[in-house]
């Protein structure tokens, strides 16, 4: 059931990919674990899957420790200061730095551990109060003080959570922000090559 699930994703991810003229190798799917037992995320793994999102720490730090160390889990929930020390160097990419206040406090996590620590920044894409992320206009100063003063964080991209809503154009314009924001970074010499967009419900309009 598992296996078969996500070999219908993964076919479906390709062919919407070529619909739209992207090549299906650089599309990551993420099978996010915050309702699966152990159980079921293994018959993922034995099913050829590696990558798996967790929003909540304390749920996943039990499951690392049981299943299979090559494993690469994302962490994937808002980032509280006193649980950084519980999440620097145990996940591949960690997905919502959303202020300079956290990054401080990773660099310093991470540098006292002498790792370096692969990251994305989360945009706040839609403006929406409750949704966690920095504000777009703020989003370059937190990219330049990372890469200017964080040399154990690499930052590796841009992350966004569209709203919950029907309306594709939305969607789309949310998703269109940050792509945006990404490549007129790069113009300025970085390379951000990784965009985290894209859940269930709006997955195909982030291939797009």
Not at 39 to 55: L, Q, T, V
Not at 121 to 127: A, F, K, N, Q, R
Request: glycine residues 4%; aromatic residues 6%; negative net charge.
């Amino acid at each position: 059931m598992v296996a078969d699930n996500l070999k219908r994703l993964k076919d479906e991810i390709a062919e919407t990919a070529s619909r739209f003229n992207r090549n299906p190798d650089e599309i990551n799917l993420l099978a996010v674990t915050k309702l699966a037992d152990v159980d079921m995320i293994r018959r993922a793994y034995d099913s050829g899957h590696r990558d798996f999102g967790e929003n909540y720490v304390q749920k996943i730090i039990p499951k690392m420790k049981i299943l299979p160390a090559d494993i690469n889990w994302h962490f994937i929930g808002h980032i509280q200061k006193n649980k950084i020390n519980k999440i620097i160097g145990k996940f591949a990419l960690i997905h919502s730095v959303d202020s300079q206040h956290i990054a401080e406090a990773m660099e310093f996590r991470a540098s006292n551990n002498d790792i370096v620590q692969d990251i994305l920044i989360e945009v706040d894409s839609s403006g929406e109060i409750q949704k966690n992320g920095i504000p777009i206009d703020e989003s370059n100063e937190l990219v330049h003080f990372i890469t200017e003063n964080c040399p154990h964080l690499n930052l590796l991209g841009l992350m966004t959570v569209a709203p919950f809503t029907d309306d594709r154009k939305v969607i789309a314009s949310c998703f269109e922000k940050v792509r945006n924001l990404r490549d007129g970074l790069e113009i300025d010499g970085l390379k951000l090559p990784h965009l985290s967009m894209g859940m269930t419900n709006d997955w195909k309009i982030a291939i797009e």
